[in-house]
């Protein structure tokens, strides 16, 4: 099999290859076509050179003698391509599993099960201990036939193990986040229903608008849970109907005031004519609520809300709306992190999911939001959103 494989950017080749070409950009031709590489379509620029791939390739030919070990195979296994090149593959690719056993003794590719297509992706360990991801494919002229190639892709752990970390995080949250409402729910439900006759009706009115209040927390928790799962796996619905954004932040205002803030802490500007906005209304409120939550809370001073016609990063009509205050604001080095997860602006609670979720509903409605630091030394968030009209109404 004529493949030309690098050693981390120095090209070797089976013997009597034609020798690699030089570093640097690969002309399209460096690969030969052939049934072995179908995904190669010639010297015209569009094929695929093993070392241009991200993962790692090993591919055995019906010997079990490797005759294509990419750079990324390379870098990975710590053994340059020129070593494995030409020798079985379970020497050049010594894979253990979890327990210590030879992997390629416990599947044997060549005389195994003829009706056998290939391992499906596992965790396996190289020499030293490296965890690397391992999936493997028997290419067969012909079903139950004999295994003429044997390809074998490897990836690194660590893309995974950030995945696991993350959720980990997340349970770890979610379980603090629930055990102090719970607590206080068991708690005064508990002493209400032994001690119900010795309180008072305004102190038992007083225990159940605080079993109220937190039963309403852990329904928040659990609707931010289903909002991340939604926008993680690319399944979050916007269902679209014309939004009034200036009333909506007037609704907003109103209620912090009603709940105890001061009117003169909260100032509104709106350029008119805004463009007509097709949105999910109970998402903008979301974003809105949060964002102005985020602002009365963390930050200090007036909270200045901004409605203007802007064009979006897209080049469509939109509408940006810019929240800021003159509290302390954001440190410049945590604005990177500002949107992901469990990150908090300061001690006061809160699960960090907020600024997650607002901006996974702004992009969404294909919006964007930015955080910076505004005229007055507080946060300034601004979102825009595209006009969004149905295709029906264009």
């Known amino acids: 099999m004529d493949v030309r494989t690098s050693d981390a950017g120095t090209g070797t080749c089976p013997p009597g290859a034609p020798a690699a070409p030089p570093p640097g950009p690969r002309p399209a031709e460096a690969v030969p076509p052939g049934p072995a590489y179908p995904w190669y379509s010639g010297p015209d620029g569009l094929g695929v050179h093993p070392d241009d791939l991200p993962d790692g390739l090993v591919i055995a030919d019906e010997n079990g003698r490797v005759t294509c070990f990419n750079a990324a195979a390379a870098r990975l296994t710590g053994t340059p ?9 379970d020497r050049a690719l010594p894979l253990e599993d979890l327990e210590g056993r030879r992997w390629w003794a416990l599947t044997d590719p060549y005389g195994g099960l003829a009706i056998r297509a290939g391992q499906p992706e596992r965790n396996l360990l190289l ?4 965890e690397v991801l391992v999936a493997a494919r028997y290419v067969r002229d012909r079903p139950t036939g004999p295994v003429r190639r044997l390809v074998v892709s490897l990836r690194g752990t660590e893309a995974r193990r950030r995945t696991e970390l993350s959720h980990a995080e997340l349970i770890a949250t979610v379980a603090h986040e629930l055990r102090s ?42 609707a931010e849970l289903l909002d991340i799962s939604r926008i993680d796996s690319g399944r979050l619905e916007v269902r679209r109907q014309p939004v009034d954004l200036t009333a909506a932040v007037r609704r907003h205002v109103q209620a912090h ?19 007509r906005l097709w949105a999910d209304p109970d998402k903008v409120d979301q974003v809105l609520g949060n964002l102005l939550e985020n602002a009365v809370r963390h930050g200090g001073g007036t909270v200045t809300i901004d409605l203007v016609p802007t064009v979006t990063h897209n080049g469509a009509e939109g509408t940006a709306v810019t929240v800021s205050d003159e509290g302390p604001g954001i440190p410049e080095e945590s604005m990177a992190r500002v949107f992901t997860r469990f990150w908090r602006g300061s001690k006061r609670g809160g699960t960090g999911l907020g600024l997650y979720i607002v901006k996974g509903i ?6 964007a939001i930015t955080v910076g630091r505004a005229r007055g030394g507080g946060a300034e968030f601004r979102f825009t959103l595209p006009v969004g009209t149905p295709a029906f109404m264009k």
Do not use: C, Y
């Open 362 to 367: 702004v992009e969404a409605h294909g919006g």
């Open 181 to 222: 409402p719970l607590t206080s729910v068991k708690g005064f439900t508990a002493t209400l229903l032994a001690k119900w006759e010795r309180f008072t009706d305004d102190q038992k009115r007083l225990m159940l608008e605080t079993v109220d209040a937190d039963a309403n927390r852990v329904t928040r928790l659990i």
């Open 127 to 130: 020499p030293g201990g490296r």
């Open 81 to 89: 391509s020129a070593d494995a090149l030409g020798l079985p593959v």
């Open 257 to 275: 005031t009603e709940a105890g803030h001061g009117p003169e802490r909260f100032h509104i500007r709106v350029r008119e004519p805004l463009p």
